[in-house]
């Protein structure tokens, strides 16, 4: 045979590709990539080492929850590795189906009151009853709070943090319109329409189409009468009862009196806009403190103040909210979970912790490096305000959702008329699923 | 024997292309090929929508079940927000099988064949490039009460016609209709455009020739050989408008309250925001059959005509 004659066999060890091999190559290749994450999703592995995994709804809080969990680390050997699922409905659905199987995170954050025992009945926390005493014996934790985190007689979890709901008003505004920090309802009034008179939104009022509808509905009724606001909550009164009503009548009047934005206005504006002075007054959450830090908002730029009661009678009382730090009964490291709940609020744990979040944390002896917020808990500590559970976590979650579309619907029309029909509407609801929540 | 005769007895009965009909039954390969597809299909969209129709018999929280029967339809038949839902997705589907369908057909037989037509085309057709959530961060700008549009309106004098235009149903629905057909119709113009130019240029010609011209030679030659086209386009936006989701849920979250919702969102809110997988279920099953029965009845129609 000579030298330039090929046998087949050589032929077929030329270089050349043909596309079965590809079509085998691009199979293997797809299979190795789907098959592991088919495995076990990336989000509910188990953590290397020591370290626990904690899911939550806010991915921006990353870098405080490290931080935290440096000082964890350092405390019970155990660090967190976090998971975020961005989108809140999402979240929801993902620790309410993950964790009754063993692909769930170690650590969840939830919400307390009504949403934690919506949970919590169904057996996919783990009691957390020595976390809380331990905390206690420490003084971390304010005991009052024990309950809003518990369902027949046991607590689920820990706070994470423990907000509340303050008027934000902005310094350059009032500052040039002469207007003091409001001692009584009247006075606020009065600064809300200085405010109008001079051009100035008095109020900024998001929720035409989210959750912060139910911001002024249980504010007014906490100002009229923190005991009416309990009962309703706990479904003991109606939303057609007096308080109600006029808690309604106020609202509307305050919509009369043009001292709100429109209701499709957003709180994301709110560093921006109390920069300019165009905003004189925002009530939130005082975690949206946050925002402010985050945009580069100098802190003379706004301040912080509880809003004063509503009837003259009625004692100081502001609303509460609270994230709640859960371990899962089938946390892939239970024991290391347990740990950690149990550190959570630690106060060097919260100090760091707090330290990122500028918000007031459970244990009273962490306070963020934030002016406004250390002034207002100051003013919390002095006045030693009610405590009531924010509506979103006050009643079972099927009812305050439907009723918070009730009052953004209200926002786009608010009149008096609508407020009889709002308030019956609600009601109509609460006869429902009270009777649902208790099936 | 004519040309075409020639042609059929050249092809044996072994080359012959089977007929559909023929009793000849599939080859083992042919199967092999069909599996992935039916395969597909069937693990994908058959099985879940069974499943999503044997659920909708159960009141369903995520951790308890128990069989209600038909109790979540019937509560849905009597239920205000579900039927407002139903309103709504019947505006959508008016609503945009009109405007960019129409605008898009109109668009496109007007710039076919001037010299500035493809400026124009890349104009309408620009906003079809943006993702759904671009489009509405956009007219959110424009449409909130303290927004542009209304700001625009102030500043010419106009303050009259100022409207909280996200706010007030069905104004509501009313400019996320047109917000969609600003971003659809460059679509539409498209597949019109690819139809208008398979057109021949001989009927066009035969059709002038005849002393047809303007609208006659439009309605009359070129609309009749658009037909194919029409119920492509029509039957994407049949099926779209009855699913409408991402702008609604972007724009206004369906809301004030419940008011701007469609039957996607409602499907969605109690799913997902509510925990209620029975009647959420139950939602999803009606939206399934209407957007089946809509579109097998158009399609059906539509293809036995042609």
Known sequence: MSATTRSPAMTRSTPTIDRRTVLRWASGLGAAAILPSCARGTL????????????????????????????????????FAIRAVPDVSSYQQVVRMSAQTDSTTDLVKWWNGYRLQDVARAEIFADLTAAWDEAER????????????????KPYAVPIYQSYYAVFYSRPAYQRLGLEVPQDWDQFIANAQALRDDGVTPILSAGASSWESLIWFQQLLIGLDPDFYAALTEGAASYTD?????????????????????????????PGRFAEGSVGMNLHGVWNANAFAQAGVDE?????????????????????????????VNAHKMTEALEVAGAWLDTD???????????LSANPSALPPVQPVQDLAAQIEQASPVLATRYWEASPPVLVEGNVEELSAFM?????????????????RADAEWDRWSM | MTALDERNSAL??????????NSQRPHGSLLLFLFPAVALVGILLILPFLFTVYRSFFRDNGFSRSWVGLENYTTLLTDDIFLRSVLNTGMWTAGTLLLPVLLGLLIAVGTNSVRWGPMARFAIVLPYALSGSVTALLWNFMLQTDGATNAMLDSLGLSTLERSWLLEWPMNTIVMIIATT???????????????????????????????????????????????????????????????????????????GTESETLALTMYRQTFTLSRYGYGAAVAVILTVIVLLASWTYLRRQLRTN
């Open chain 1, 242 to 270: 007096d308080t109600a009503q006029e808690a309604m009548a106020i609202w509307a009047d305050m919509y009369e009196q043009k001292l709100f934005s429109p209701p499709d206005s957003q709180v994301t504006e709110l």
């Open chain 1, 138 to 153: 420490n003084g971390w934790v304010d005991p009052s709070l024990r309950e809003s985190f518990s369902y027949d007689g």
């Open chain 1, 44 to 79: 509910t592995r188990a953590a290397p080492g020591d370290d626990v995994t904690l899911n939550n709804d806010n991915p921006t809080w990353a870098p405080g929850f490290e931080s935290a969990g440096e000082v964890l680390r350092a405390k019970t050997g155990h660090g």
């Open chain 1, 300 to 328: 003379d730029t706004f301040g912080l103040f509880l809003l004063p009661a509503v009837a003259a009678t009625a004692p100081p009382a502001v609303v509460t909210e609270s994230g709640a730090l859960a371990v899962t």
């Open chain 1, 412 to 428: 786009t029309e608010p009149t008096l008329a609508m407020a009889k029909s709002t308030l019956q509407r609600m009601q109509n």
């Open chain 2, 12 to 21: 044996t009965p072994r080359t012959r292309p089977a007929r559909p009909g």
């Open chain 2, 182 to 256: 600003w971003q659809a119709t460059g679509a539409s113009m498209i597949l019109f455009l690819v139809g208008l130019q398979a057109i021949p240029a001989e009927t066009i010609e035969a059709g002038r020739v005849d002393g047809a011209g303007g609208f006659r030679l439009f309605r009359s030659i070129v609309l009749p050989q658009l037909r194919p086209i029409s119920v492509v386009v029509i039957g994407i936006s049949l099926v779209n408008s009855l699913k409408t989701f991402d702008i609604v849920w972007l724009l206004t979250r369906g809301g004030p």
């Open chain 1, 349 to 359: 744990v919260q100090q760091a912790w707090v330290d990122f979040l500028s918000d």
